[in-house]
């Protein structure tokens, strides 16, 4: 199921300058992690941007997830 999620998230060089976003609608994958961790849950999301699917949601967390799965993370400055 992870891999049919995976395929909701697009890069294109035309839209969002190459981001990771969702079914090429412009909402970059790092817009939702933020909404998510603002405290935002996926229905209120889902209600403010009405094109969005619960779906589409679970694709941006096993996004977030597989960047996660490796070996070692360094930190970076800001």
């Known amino acids: 199921m ?4 995976l395929e909701r998230i ?4 035309e839209i969002c300058h190459g981001k990771p976003c969702i079914r090429g609608l412009r909402y970059p994958v790092e817009f939702i992690l933020e909404l998510l961790s ?23 967390l096993a996004f ?8 070692s993370i360094h930190r970076v400055l800001q």
């Open 2 to 5: 992870e891999n049919n999620l």
């Open 10 to 13: 697009t890069l294109n060089p």
């Open 38 to 60: 603002s405290g935002m849950s996926t229905e209120e999301i889902m209600e403010d941007y009405d094109d969005l699917e619960s779906a589409d949601i679970l694709a941006v």
């Open 64 to 71: 977030a997830t597989r960047l996660t799965q490796v070996k």
